[in-house]
């Protein structure tokens, strides 16, 4: 099983729609959960970080954490063309210190 | 601009040839990463450093690859006797210590064996 997992896509969502993208995880004791955003040759940017179950809101962006679940998602609300990128879901936690990335999920938005 | 530097960009280089890349993190970070990212996947661990100390190092690399953080500043990253499967982006990413510190990512050095 691999350490973090994320549906590769590319999912397709209209201009103006909700973009749903989820990562499940398989370390029990992860702490710490990122979303990061990757234009195509472009390095990773930073969207947002979450620590606790719930909810965290963030402009557009809504990050969602289940730990007895081991998943954690991210909602793009008004979904833009310009938001058509990929999206990497990071987690570090208690049995190691370094981030563990999953393979990105892409997504585009059709005008 | 403060962000992590990396150089350079681009590297192309024939197979069997030694290549060397070097990060400069954003000055008040103590953690300094190194990812491997290849086309459709994921950024793929390396190693990484707290200060000078190099922490760990993925069980996937190969002893070809070292890296180094002589005083705890920038780092560098070299491949020895390159292969053609090296071809990859290798990402530098810089934190504050902690699990719970996100990383920043400097743009890339792109590395094409011939």
């Known amino acids: 099983q691999k350490e973090v997992e994320q549906n590769s896509g590319p999912l397709s969502v209209p201009e103006g729609a909700i973009a749903s993208l989820n990562c499940t995880y398989s370390d029990r004791g992860s702490q710490s959960f990122f979303w990061y955003r990757q234009y195509s040759g472009k390095s990773p940017e930073l969207i947002m970080f979450i620590y606790s179950n719930g909810d965290k809101e963030d402009g557009r962006f809504t990050a969602q954490l289940n730990k007895a679940s081991q998943y954690v998602s991210l909602l793009i609300r008004d979904s833009q063309p310009s938001d058509s990128a990929t999206y990497l879901c990071a987690v570090s936690g208690a049995s190691y210190d370094k981030v563990i990335f999953g393979p990105g999920t892409s997504l585009s938005v059709i005008p | 601009d403060t962000g992590v530097s990396q150089n350079p960009r681009h590297k192309i280089t024939k197979r069997g040839q030694n290549v060397t890349f070097r990060c400069d993190p954003i000055?008040?970070?103590?953690?300094l990463y190194w990812y491997r990212q290849t086309l459709g996947q994921g950024p793929e661990f390396l190693t990484y450093?707290?200060?000078?100390?190099?922490?760990?190092k993925s069980r996937l690399l190969s002893d070809r690859f070292s890296a180094e953080r002589p005083k705890g500043s920038f780092s560098t990253l070299e491949i020895q006797r390159t292969e053609q499967g090296d071809s990859a982006m290798y990402l530098c990413?810089?934190?504050?210590?902690?699990?719970?510190?996100?990383?920043?990512f400097g743009d890339g050095t792109r590395l094409s064996i011939l």
């Open positions: 990413a810089s934190s504050l210590g902690g699990q719970y510190q996100p990383q920043h």
């Open positions: 000055s008040e970070h103590n953690r």
């Open positions: 450093f707290q200060n000078e100390a190099q922490l760990e």
